[in-house]
């Protein structure tokens, strides 16, 4: 059984817990301003917000509906528009109305549990974050302006507020309905399962991408639901060595103050990659074990050297290093009921350099069409140290072992770059897909790979030079 | 009435209007609540989840309807096994689709076997109704087709080729819908090739095109290419029929209340009155449901053999391969001009494939936006075995302009003369002269020389124009009533499929009964109400508002009547304003307008009242006086390192005659800009050439935009008097992407100095091009 607050509602249930929450809000609970526009986590217009408790901390996020199988959900706080209407407009409502936010209106309760969940982070009274907070939301009529005017507004509303921005307070505010008072209380109460570590049937964390390849198993079949397992989550750094649990989601990473300190750009790389839904739910152990080639965690922590831990349903430990771990497309060194979990790399220090690209058609919740990382060691203009890692141009996510090698030892100028391109192009094999030719995809690998020094060391490159040699 | 621009060359227009109608209202500075920024009457309901969308209704006993859809693209059905389905637990209903009702058919109307031939992948079959969801899901995989599988071609240049698999054996033909693509009738086919068509409601070719070029002092030949856009509506088709012997009622995602019943009628031989429709909230369609479809066609089977009510809405992917699309083209363009720019000669040839579907024209923009006298078209369809095309936010004119103002562009270019000064040479629309001087002011526009920026990063502005002709329905009809308690209502079968058409029906009734938008209540999207016209062809503001506003007119007629004897008057000695009827020469001499409802000696007075053809005698299915046109001016900035453009930002002047509700306006145009970024820079449907599937029928790789892809947007609203109607109004939602694709594209040229000539313009499209134009130069 399956045990979690609905909006004010206290939910248990006996439905498969494979089944898509979206599907448990419209058809059981027959609350339909959750809509449902593509099914694949894609569109948002099945965000709902979710409130889980932290070491006794209520903190909400959205997630889509779609994509979360039911199990995800027990002993949380699930909340669908219908859960945020008061007698009045609530600020984030009252926006979009004031703003001309809406025309079709389909789309617009998504849009409005996203505003609202933005409202209860720190960035509230910021408008740009409030904005992209909107990320994961397609409208197809409006045109997006006056939704973002809606953003602001609200953002605007949250400026010069004192204090922190409490659920408490955000009741007494009229932006949340009064009964999220007593939600963290009622959270305690339900029973956690403490299950032992077993990995049955289908092995589920944020289930992002599970649920679009294999919704039908999913819905039948045995799951073990492995995105809120205590000991593979969370950041830890020791000596310098940082350990990222497998269930840790991209946006915890992204978060992490720890992580920020040492990658200065971290939010930015984070931005580009998928949406903010998504990012809430998807996890760093699940990025690598869906093996895409392009995946975007995957070639981050490439260039970095990371080290995974993987554990078998016996509880035995081995470490293998990720540049060991992608075998060939789709395949893994992953035995049979194994999983990762964790990831270990050494923190860049002082005179290293790291950077990640990506280029795709539209910027912003899309697969790219190549991306690539650079950890760099530099002393005096040599390279005494380099990791470059590509995507999507090669049938895994691809360290790229000669080009770094070759780099490694020479002078940071543009004939160490022009070389070790030549050296690069070699060693990769894009072919043509969907997503660009192969000339296409060697020609912006190319142009990612000069991006990185131009970024790194602006001063001692001009792209003219590189590129007209 | 007021006539022409204000500002520019605003006068006094003398007009005939029937007796029954309103006089004329001044311009909308003298106006209360029409021309304001009005909030959108829907919102409420819309913040809060609780509109209703087709997708939504949940009926009791209701079953869950699926569709069983070809997998391959094209073949004859050798035989159909549905007993399995049939006999799955929790199957109500299988039924096995007689004919298909979208895209073209033979004119015999003969079938050639017992079941339609597959002629693309995703091509309904069959389909059942089950208690959920998920058991029409298992139960829809129990169906067995036996094909005997044919050559199929889903490529526009290949489809044209002698030999290619052939779509229709036969000449067919295809209603247009009420979206507004042209589709001449009668036209012969050769192999897939259908056409040409020469002809318009503009007339067919004029000059001598031969004289023309031979006149011309310069002559511009080039090739343009345009994708296949989807629409995307966030709701996707769908319907929910409660067939109830005979007595039906069909819950409708629909841009047309009128045709799904009266397609529903006509497949089930049932009267038009036994058949309701109603579509109170729709979550868009841009083009793509004016009619009832095969899945509405089966989902009434489905609940005629049920006996229940079937809800049968369709997925994202069946939305993208079956739901309607725009259609590619490849547009062969030919110009003459002399050195001061004056046009002799256009050639347009075309051919553009709507699947298995006619309409793949490309729009009379050419004939009809710029003078030149002589002018030629040849518009050909190509059948392929892809899902049939449907209207998409005007038809034909977004694929026609990208050609034909690249192509003006490339003749100033040759000039050496800023595009704007050619355009205001060659062009001799009233409106878009204002639109182009208010739109350039706006902008700053000064011409730049192409390719000049330095470094990496390009800037770059371009400017295009956009022609829409003003279209007229007469089947606008719109009821008013008034109770006792004060309560004013509207009702028309009219749907509001998110334009906003609540909203300027409840403004214009509010203006004329001098109350608040807030005062009426609007019912709509239900065929019990009047007739009302499709939400297509930028027709339904100008259409449906003069309906309203002279239904709340004749109400008014009566009220004062009612007034007069209360205040013990003439009729014509009292003025209403502001909520209060009183005595033109004694205002203490007063009654408000509740307390005269109140005391109305029956519980509800009704007026009802029709849109007229267009005073001064612009018939329907004529073009009236001026146009909605537009002009947009973008800039951009194109990443040569990476191909990756941004659209910076974008002026947009438009009119639409009298605007009503300047926000809702203003949206509109919003949004058409950003399909028109879409389509310019993202949207494409893929098909696989070796299996015929499309490649990307979803959203992650459909590429849609998102907020961040929304550049800084500024319209210029102009007001266009032309004392065609009560209201004098007209639509906006066609006029507003047309010109965006080649804004942008113009804009791109003038940032690095190459042009791209197919659509979408992807970072890697640039990329080439600009390698070939390095390597053009190092030659």
Redesign the interface.
Known sequence: MIEFILNNKHIQTNEPPGMPLLDFIRYTMDLTGTKSGCREGDCGACTVMEGSLNNNELKYKTIVSCLTPLGNVQGKHIVTVEGLNMNHLSPAQKAIVEQGGTQCGFCTPGFVVSLTSHSLTDDAGDPEKTRAALDGNICRCTGYKSIERAATALADSFSGRNGENTLEQLVATGHLPAYFNGIAERLKKIRKLAEPMKTNGILLAGGTDLLVQKSDEIAEGELTFLQDKKELKGIAVQDNICTIGAATTAAEISGSAELQAHFPALQSHFKLISSTPIRNMGTLGGNLVNASPIGDLSIFFLALDAELKLQDNKGKQRRISLKDFFLNYKKLALKSREIIESLRFRLPEKDEYFNFEKVSKRQHLDIASVNTAIHLHIENDFITKAALAAGGVSPVPFFLVKTSKFLTGQRLDEATLLQANEIMQDEISPISDIRGSEAYKRLLLRQLFFAHFLTIKPELFKLRNLLTK | MPHGIPDYNLATVEREVPATEPPAWEVNDKLKVVGK?I??T????????????T??V?LPGMLYGKMFRAGIPHAKIKSIDVSAAQNYPGVFAVHVLEEMIEGANPKSGEKSSRYPDIKYAGQPIAGLAAV???VAEEAIRLIKVEYEALDFVVDLDEARKPGAPVVFATDVDQEASDGGEDIEQGLKSSGNVRGPSTRSFYGGPRGDLEKGFAEAELIIERTYRTQVQTH????THGVVVDYNQGDVTVFASTQSTKNTRNDFAKAFGLPKSRVRVISE????G?GAKHALGNFGVMAGHLSKISGRPVKLML??KEEHISAGNRPNSVQFMKLGAKKDGMLTALKQLSYGTAGVGLGAGVGRIAQAMYDCPNFKTGQYDVFTNAGPGAAFRAPGNVQGAFALEQLIDELAVELDMDPLALREKIDKSMIRKVERERGARRFGWTHKKAGSDKG?VKKGIGVAQAHWPRIVNLDSTVEVRVMRDGAVEVRSAVQD????TKTVLAQVVAEELGLQTEDVTVLIGDTLFPIGPSSGGSIVTGAITPAARNAAYKMKQKLFELAAEKLETDAGNILLEAGTFALKNDAEKKISFKDLLRRMRVEQLTETASRSDDYGGFMVGTIGHGELGSVQFAEVSVDT??G?VQVERMVAAHSCGRPINI??I??????????GIAYA??EDR?IDKSTGHQ??P????Y????????PD?QIELIEDYGGRSSTDASGIGEPANIATAPAVANAIYNAIGVRIYDL?I???KI??AL?NAKNKNDE
Do not use: H, W
């Open positions: 920024r909030k959108r829907d919102a409420l309901a819309k913040v809060t989840g609780t509109a209703v969308f997708a939504d949940q959920s969801a998920d995307c509506p966030l709701e909230y729709t979550g868009g841009f997925d994202r990496p499929i998110g334009t906003g390192e990476t990756f926000g809702q203003e949206s509109q145009i919003n949004g058409g800009i950003i399909m820079l993202y893929v490649l990307n979803n959203i992650d790789q590429k849609m935009p998102f907020s961040f892809e929304v947007i979408p992807t970072p890697a990329i080439a390698n």
